[in-house]
């Protein structure tokens, strides 16, 4: 029994200081005040991508864009969101998918790093790391990939009566 519960809590350890180092040198694009390359080869493999330039508003939420990181088994997109409106408003980008290639990858909003989305009320900004996760048995050509397709989902107003779809393109060189 103290055999097992060493090797959970170890496991479980493990876990957890794997899920933290993969988003600190992601930016969510919140704080502009670093001087920053558009692009960036890093030495375990992945690549990280500049996406600050995109941005968007849909019915009175302000969508921007920070790093994107590729990662061979994951896909971390820095994001930063405030509602200009009075009212809530709906949406939920840490249940969106991104396309990389021919692979779809679904968001984990359990390794979501930061408070993101949701039912945010009039006034609010918000920023985090989205993680979207590779399918088990596959695996990111880190070196091939051109472009980076994003779909967050729909933006909702309080009542559901409008929503507004947002996606963006996040070129790779």
């Given at each position: 029994m103290k055999k097992?519960?060493?090797?959970?809590?170890s496991l479980g350890l493990a876990l957890a200081l794997a899920a933290c180092g993969s988003t600190d040198d992601v930016s969510t694009g919140a704080d502009n005040s670093k001087d920053k390359k558009t692009e960036e080869k890093k030495d375990d493999g992945s690549k990280k991508v500049d996406a600050s330039k995109q941005k968007t508003e849909a019915l009175g939420m302000k969508i921007n864009?920070?790093?994107?990181k590729i990662m061979k088994d994951k896909v971390n997109?820095?994001?930063?969101?405030?509602?200009t409106t009075k009212k809530q408003l709906h949406f939920y980008p840490d249940q969106g998918k991104a396309v990389?290639?021919?692979m779809q990858l679904d968001a984990n909003m359990f390794l979501t790093d930061g408070q993101?989305?949701?039912d945010v009320e009039g006034g609010v900004k918000q920023d985090g790391v989205?993680?979207?996760?590779?399918?088990?048995?596959?695996?990111i050509d880190v070196n091939s990939v051109k472009e980076v397709k994003l779909k967050f989902g729909d933006v909702t107003t309080e009542d559901f009566m409008k929503n507004k779809d947002v996606s963006f393109t996040v070129p790779v060189k």
């Open positions: 097992f519960l060493v090797l959970f809590l864009l920070g790093d994107v997109v820095g994001i930063n969101i405030e509602n990389v290639g021919d993101v989305g949701g989205l993680e979207f996760t590779v399918p088990e048995g596959k695996e």
